[in-house]
């Protein structure tokens, strides 16, 4: 069976020259797709990548990128509302598909819960203030 | 208007005496409806109103100051948002829509306009250093061709926003009646109908509370970006000449004002440079307006609720870009704050561009200044013009022009 799973990998600074990440398509017939990446040389680096590919060569994959030392972790996503940004104008209220973001009726006045949020991000461009942060890690 | 029952002058002396009697137009409505127009407005000598939301037509003037050797400035541009140069040497103005030169704008739709003169105005008045580039073609009393220099509101030698069309009286209720979504400087609009989005502060918004223009005009002081500002007059696209309510409360976009301010005494927190996704950038303003009770139809026309405010429901995928007139239907303020509207059978969720819960701060802190004796009221030296002015708001009338091509 065909996935495609989104992970993060750290490198430790000796790996960050060696070209580990391109054996996964040479050696395990994934395909993937950087979506973030920070690298300095000399440095700790890091990237979020998709795999795709059949179900035990992502696995055989992850597990020889393990192998040669770099950590390997689901993604997980985190949006954030900084409460400082937001203009209390409401935009975002009908957009959110789970009521993460709710505004009392009476006053008016907009609010987040972090644990209804999915980190679907529909609400982080519409923002006219830009009032949302997403984080990786 | 009915008889006139106090002055200006007699309110301030009030105020400087620490017995005003002030309060926010939310509050003034709750008194009306336990003691009634006449008995509110004998006590009452203050309404306060406020409205915080993006004003497109906003913009700042600088003096940046004489450089050594001289320029005359031709080109302008602070942090790449160009400023018009198009003045006295070291004069600029820079508008809230501006973009930089290098923006990609929408040509990877929708744009994301993260930054523009809005975010510039901001970024001035909370103090941040700003990148001034400029150029020139050099004369003989100012040789200097080029300027790259940081700059600081406190540098400078003047800043004031200078504001052609704020605080609009009514807005439109932008719905998608198409069949793609649409990204517009009312938000984004979901097609067939999905959501409508509103701005206004309804009954707390400063031109709603006042529709004739009866006590404000040039000179009247006003909360203007968390400081003091003063009206103008009349702002681009002044329309008295609206449809009414039996109030007079108008039912479409129709009053606007031009405002002022110097803005080394303002606030970064009223005024937020904002990102319209496929849109561009503005400028979120906050503002506010007292209004004196001179009588007691001033207290009649300031207390009226969102459930007597109207705005109409316009088709932002055909009607307004092509700039015809209908309408889909018309919604109170109530409703639109309830989080859905009814048009026809379907029930539309409503988002809003307006925050209501800042006007309310802004009222407040208004009203607060007002107690605290520290503004006072000005008497307007020019009023308004309302609807018996026979002002109307016109359509570019284009025609062609001959030789067009020389
Ligand atoms: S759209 Fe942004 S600014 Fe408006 S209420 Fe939501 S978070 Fe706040
Ligand atoms: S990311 Fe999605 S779920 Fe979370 S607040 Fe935004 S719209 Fe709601």
């Known amino acids: ?137 | 208007m009915t008889k006139q029952i106090r002055t200006i002058e007699e309110i301030n002396e009030k105020i400087k005496n620490g017995k005003v009697v002030v309060v926010t137009a939310e509050e003034l409505i709750d008194l009306v409806e336990k003691d009634g127009i006449e008995k509110t407005a004998k006590k009452v000598d203050v309404v306060t109103t406020g409205t915080f939301g993006p004003m497109c037509s906003s913009g700042l003037f600088v003096n940046v100051g004489h450089t050594k050797p001289k320029i005359k400035i031709q080109k302008a541009w602070l942090n790449g948002v160009e400023a018009y140069a198009g003045l006295a040497a070291v004069d600029l103005y820079i508008g809230a829509t501006q973009i930089p030169d290098d923006d990609p704008a929408n040509k990877v739709f929708p744009g994301e306009f993260k930054y523009g003169g809005g975010h510039v105005i901001h970024d001035l008045v909370a103090g941040k250093d700003v990148h001034l580039e400029a150029t020139s073609y050099g004369t003989n009393c100012y040789p200097r061709k080029k300027l790259s220099t940081l700059l600081n509101i406190k540098d400078l030698n003047e800043a004031f926003l200078f504001n052609p069309r704020n605080a609009y009286q009514n807005y439109n209720v932008a719905v998608n009646a198409g069949d793609k979504t649409i990204y517009t400087y009312l938000g984004v609009l979901q097609p067939k109908l999905a959501n409508a989005n509103y701005c206004s502060a309804g009954q707390l918004s400063p031109l709603l509370k006042d529709p004739f223009y009866k006590t404000i005009g040039l000179g009247t002081k006003i909360f203007l970006g968390g400081g003091i500002g003063h009206i103008v007059g009349a702002g681009t696209q002044h329309n008295p000449d609206s449809p009414r309510t039996s109030k007079g409360t108008p039912k479409r976009g129709s009053g606007t004002l031009c405002v002022t301010g110097d803005l080394k005494q303002m606030d970064p927190k009223w005024l937020v440079g904002v990102s319209m996704l496929g849109y561009g950038t503005s400028l979120a303003v906050g503002l506010g307006i007292p209004i004196p009770v001179l009588s007691a139809d001033t207290v009649k026309w300031a207390a009226v609720k969102d459930e007597e405010i109207f705005a109409p429901i316009v088709d932002y995928s055909n009607d307004y870009p092509n700039a015809k007139p209908d309408i889909l239907g018309e919604v109170s303020y109530k409703e639109l704050k309830s989080g859905k509207i009814k048009l026809g059978k379907k029930e539309i969720p409503t988002g809003s561009l307006s925050g209501y819960s800042k006007a309310l701060e802004i009222a407040n802190t208004l009203k607060n200044w007002i107690k605290s004796g520290k503004f006072t009221l000005n008497s307007p030296a020019e009023k308004i013009p309302g609807p018996e002015s026979g002002i109307k708001f016109r359509l570019l009338n284009e025609r062609p022009v001959k030789n067009g091509d020389k």
């Open chain 1, 1 to 137: 069976m065909k996935i495609s799973k989104k992970v993060v990998l750290t490198f430790p600074q000796s790996l960050v020259d060696k070209p580990i990440v391109f054996h996964l398509i040479k050696d395990f017939d994934l395909v993937f797709n950087i979506l973030r990446a920070s690298i300095t040389p000399r440095e700790e680096g890091l990237m979020v990548i998709e795999i795709s590919g059949k179900e035990d060569d992502c696995k055989k994959g992850l597990d020889f990128l393990k192998s040669q030392g770099v950590n390997v972790q689901p993604l997980k996503k985190d949006v954030k509302w900084i409460e400082k940004k937001c203009l209390q104008c409401g935009a975002c209220i009908p957009i959110c598909p789970t009521q993460a973001l709710k505004i009392d009726r009476k006053t008016m006045a907009v609010s987040f819960d972090e644990d209804k949020c999915i980190a679907c991000e529909l609400c982080v461009k519409p923002c006219p203030a830009r009032a949302f942060e997403v984080r990786l890690y």
